[in-house]
């Protein structure tokens, strides 16, 4: 059975660093995509960061320049580093694998997610 497990989060203050790691199990990781999501109190789940199976990425504006998503295929590990951490990027941050056969049949797991609460 696909399990994704996050680690990593915390209370950090702002400005500060936190690397979140997200470890795959079950069969899956090289030919998926994997992202980070995130969910404050009150919102919407958003997307973060992705980091497709061939090693590209993309980042929310929001976090462009701060965070960087990157992946050990041989540790079936993917992270998310966050730099310069302010407090509107407190949330629990969900780590996803997805995949699209070429018939369409799709694949989508979600870890448990993990606490990022940035305050001073």
């Known amino acids: 059975q696909a399990q994704l497990v996050e680690s990593g989060g915390g209370l950090v203050q702002p400005g500060g660093s936190l690397r979140l790691s997200c470890a795959a199990s079950?069969?899956?990781?090289?030919?998926?995509?994997m992202g980070w999501y995130r969910q404050a109190p009150g919102k919407q789940r958003e997307r973060v960061a992705v980091?497709?199976?061939?090693?590209?990425?993309q980042s929310a504006d929001s976090v462009k320049g701060r965070f960087t998503i990157s992946r050990d295929n041989a540790k079936k590990t993917v992270y998310l580093q966050m730099n310069s951490l302010k407090p509107e990027d407190t949330a629990v941050y969900y780590c996803?694998?997805?995949?699209?056969?070429?018939?369409?049949?799709?694949?989508?797991?979600w870890g448990q997610g993990t606490q990022v609460t940035v305050s001073s």
């Open positions: 980091i497709t199976s061939a090693g590209a990425t």
């Open positions: 079950g069969g899956i990781f090289s030919t998926y995509d």
């Open positions: 996803n694998a997805f995949r699209r056969t070429p018939d369409a049949t799709t694949y989508d797991y």
